[in-house]
């Protein structure tokens, strides 16, 4: 028993979850009553709140309310008061917190009634009172912190930042928010009442800029958020384990090593063998020759002769009949299982349900409550993609996986009623596709999962996602997807989805398609209610208009360019060649043509094409030359004189000719890779740079962000021309350079040679597996505390005003860049390697 706390007597549990992700467990429970280790998580939250001294506890309800009120009536029984606040709307975390505004009188801890930890809260009290502070966050160490929110803290514990749901570059700690807060009252005097209001995303932000004491404790020991079935379950084998300091094993007695019963249990141990960690309920009885293995069997439960448990979490009053065998899986309330059945890992029953005789239920496969499944019955599906999407769908607002395994065709219609019922009914979307076969069958499948949530969809068919995005920025339809071939690896899919307002969705809703698919909760609608398909004539046509209109026609015409575009057998082959046709420019394409088979290109096969296309250029005695990729989002350069260039090259000469031509420009933006070059090619100018996070949807939001921006340049030879779209669009950037070559009278390798590279870079990546990224982020913050930095995305060092040192998690791959860059090339190669020893000494610790 820990010492008790006269400084802290009340608290507020967060008890009003629905528990979506965890269905079917949640489906006839709230989320706080799910058991863990025979007891509702909400009882272990009280309960250690009762250990540190809380005598008082006010419960936030909104999902189910009666079912909590029922288990903890006053709480007398308990050893505390329990009181009750219901929601009559979605008020946000500290939103709802407010309504309990009566209930507290001074100092109080808030927490969630649905996580499961062990923390020594005395030890987070006094270092709030030691501090003053008027908030304090309670925070953990985590392996993957993306899915919470990171905290940046100075070194007596003041927060100095803190980013919500980041991406790997914003991980700059793996210290994330617990939602475990010591509150003062004043603290309740900056919520507004009865608004929408959160504490990550409203109430903490505004303590911040306020200067407002705000803290953050580092707490030892165990903390899960059990927001996941797969969360659920590891959380019960840590508990067996031992890994959380909790007792488990309150009313019960010790059977054998490990191995703990209620006294009402009906066994004999010496016909059962047990392994591991086994609890066993209240009035449990088991047969014989059984063998459980790191189990728990609930209360009322009956398991049968000859059985096989192992890592199986049993509820209440449910049975397992003779012979059958059960791996790594959850039944729920009331389930009877007949014999000889077998149960495959990942398995969740819920309430109520019937396996029949000799059933075999397949590995991965959810069961809604009061099912009947027939006996001998074989309950499966494909499971391929299942295991690989047990988390996260989502990089950004893509999903990537192998075609026809991982990304198939009931997975694709499941996604789309998933993403359908999020739009609502009646609403529409946009959908496109490129040329690819595949592309096409998962095209067909999402319409179909889409249609079925009653929501309708305009299908543009084969084009380059930049008009999908335009015609979003103009339409009337509530989003849009685009699937395509990965332009890195054939065998992999892209679905990309996109905004209404065609930028990319934004994390919070590809979120809740998450929750939608892993839930398996998206709404059918009735047959009358079934969405229609059209498809759009005019989109291409509105495209060219717009486009057409931003370009000096006139001066293009003029300048009577020739030009060589290599179009990658994409889909801008069916567009670009119309509208480049009526600016009077001797174009010689290449690989002008729609072919599914070379959409995707190895980097040989782009090392091949860049070498024909300089080899065009300088045989004809072309003024530049043009590589698309195969989404004609992308353009990579050859100049004139048959040199291709990279990327950074690239962004420097193309960012010249820009300012060259539109001398009053006030601000660019660029991601936090590129080079310093631009930057002090528009300190010349009296031009601000915009440092953006290292992805084309941060690009995207700088644009949209600030109307002053008029250009966007990437390292990944994309470019954004506001004018005309807030996204890369390789059709509008090959005009658009065009036009500012002949605006400026001046070719790209007479620009290049006119103003020499004065910066060198050298780049390395370090393997570093995703769950050790969040560690290594906060070795190098320790690492260079002292030290000027950037903190964007990654962590970049300032050397000097010649030399940096870019350290950046890669968001999809298990890896870290190094990138260092310097007027010296000794120097910036020495800097690489002695941070790439750096970074693999902390992977190995």
């Known amino acids: 028993m820990g010492d008790k706390l006269h400084s802290i007597d009340k608290a507020i549990i967060m008890a009003g979850g629905f528990g979506t992700r965890l269905r079917p467990l949640t489906l006839n429970i709230p989320k706080p009553l799910v058991p863990m280790m025979q007891r509702p998580m909400m009882h272990h939250i009280a309960d250690l709140l009762k250990k540190y001294g809380v005598s008082e506890i006010t419960s936030m309800l909104y999902y189910q309310p009666e079912s909590i009120k029922q288990y ?19 008020y946000g975390t500290a939103g709802s917190v407010r309504n309990a505004y009566d209930f507290v009188d001074g100092r109080f801890i808030v927490i969630s009634g649905d996580v499961l930890t062990d923390f020594d809260l005395s030890k987070a009290i006094e270092f709030h009172e030691s501090r003053g502070a008027m908030a304090t966050m309670v925070l953990t160490h985590v392996k993957n912190p993306l899915q919470f929110g990171v905290v940046i803290t100075d070194k007596d514990g003041r927060i100095t930042r803190f980013l919500e749901k980041p991406t790997w570059g ?36 505004k303590m911040l800029k306020e200067k407002l004491p705000l803290y953050g404790y580092i707490a030892d020991g165990y903390w899960r958020d059990v927001g996941t079935l797969t969360e659920y379950q590891e959380a019960h084998i840590d508990c067996l384990n031992e890994k959380v300091n909790l007792d488990f094993t309150y009313d019960y007695e010790k059977v054998q090593e490990g191995v703990y019963a209620h006294k009402s249990a009906e066994f004999d141990p010496s016909v059962i063998k047990f392994s591991g960690r086994v609890l066993i309920g209240e009035n449990c009885r088991i047969g014989k020759e059984v063998h459980i293995t790191d189990s728990v069997i609930g209360d009322g439960s009956i398991v049968g002769n000859g059985c096989d448990l192992n890592r199986t979490v049993i509820w209440r009053d449910s049975k397992i ?80 996986g192998i075609s026809n395994i991982e990304i198939i065709p009931d997975f694709a219609a499941k996604l789309g009623a998933s993403y359908g019922s999020i739009l609502g009914q009646h609403s529409s979307v946009l959908v496109s596709r490129d040329v690819d076969k595949s592309a096409r069958m998962i095209n067909r499948a999402l319409i179909s999962g889409i249609l079925s949530a009653g929501v309708s969809v305009s299908d543009l068919q084969v084009v380059p996602i930049a008009i999908t995005r335009h015609r979003l920025k103009n339409g009337a339809e509530m989003g849009g997807i685009h699937i395509r071939k990965s332009p890195f690896n054939q065998k992999m899919l ?15 809703k590809t979120k809740t398609i998450e929750r939608n698919f892993f839930g398996e909760d998206y709404k059918r609608a009735d047959f009358e209610d079934v969405g229609t398909i059209s498809f759009p004539e005019r989109a291409i046509e509105g495209y060219t208009d717009d486009f057409l209109s931003q370009i000096d026609i006139d001066m293009i015409r003029r300048s009577r360019l020739r030009i060589a575009i290599d179009y990658a057998h994409g889909a801008a082959t069916t567009i670009f060649p119309s509208i480049i046709g009526d600016l009077g420019i001797d174009v010689v394409s290449l690989n002008a043509f729609i072919d599914p088979k070379k959409c995707t290109r190895t980097a040989d096969d782009v090392h091949e094409a ?82 953006t996070g290292d992805s084309h949807l941060d690009m995207m939001k700088a644009v949209t962000a600030d109307p002053e921006i008029k250009f966007a340049g990437g390292t990944k030879a994309g470019f954004i021309f506001p004018e005309f779209l807030f996204a890369c669009d390789a059709m ?30 050298s780049k390395r990546n370090v393997s570093c597996p995703k769950d050790l990224k969040g560690k290594v982020m906060r070795k190098i913050m320790e690492d260079t505390a002292d030290q000027e930095r950037i903190l964007i995305d990654g962590v970049k060092i300032v050397f000097d005003t010649d030399t940096t040192l870019l350290l950046l998690p890669d968001r999809a791959r298990d890896i870290f860049h190094i990138d260092a860059e310097s007027k010296s090339k000794n120097y910036a190669t020495k800097l690489v390697t002695e941070y790439e020893e750096k970074l693999n000494a902390w992977v190995r610790e």
């Open 72 to 90: 903890f009536g006053d709480g007398s029984k308990f050893g505390y008061k329990m009181h009750y606040v219901m929601s009559d709307a979605d």
């Open 170 to 205: 914003e991980v700059f700690s793996d210290a994330i928010n617990t939602g475990i807060y010591i509150l003062e009252k004043e603290v309740m005097d900056l919520i507004p009442h009865r608004e929408e209001y959160d504490f990550s995303k409203q109430l903490y932000p």
């Open 321 to 400: 009949g003779n012979e059958s065998n059960i791996y790594l899986s959850v039944i729920t309330d009331n389930v009877n299982v007949e014999p000889k059945v077998k149960i495959e890992e990942q398995t969740f029953i819920a309430d109520k349900c019937k396996i029949g005789k000799e059933a075999n239920i397949r590995a991965g496969v959810k069961i809604w409550p009061e099912k009947d499944i027939e006996s001998g019955a074989i309950v499966t599906k494909s499971l391929v993609w299942e295991s690989k999407w047990s988390r996260d769908l989502f990089t950004g607002s893509r999903i990537t």
């Open 494 to 508: 892209d679905i990309i989805f996109v905004d209404k307002d065609g930028k990319d969705l934004p994390n919070a």
């Open 610 to 691: 860049a070498d024909r296309l300089t080899e065009v250029v300088v045989s004809l005695g072309c003024d530049i030359g043009f590589m698309m990729d195969a989404g004609a989002e992308r353009i990579f350069v050859s100049d004139e004189k048959g040199n291709f260039l990279d990327n950074q090259r690239l962004l420097t000469l193309v960012t010249r000719l820009f300012l060259d031509v539109y001398p009053d420009t006030k601000k660019i933006a660029v991601p936090i890779t590129a080079s310093q070059e631009v930057d002090e090619l528009c300190k010349e100018r009296d031009v601000k740079v915009i440092r």
């Open 732 to 761: 509008y950037s090959t005009v658009k350079i065009l036009e500012l070559m002949a605006k400026a009278e001046a070719k790209m390798g007479d620009v290049s040679l006119k103003y020499p590279q004065r910066y060198f870079l």
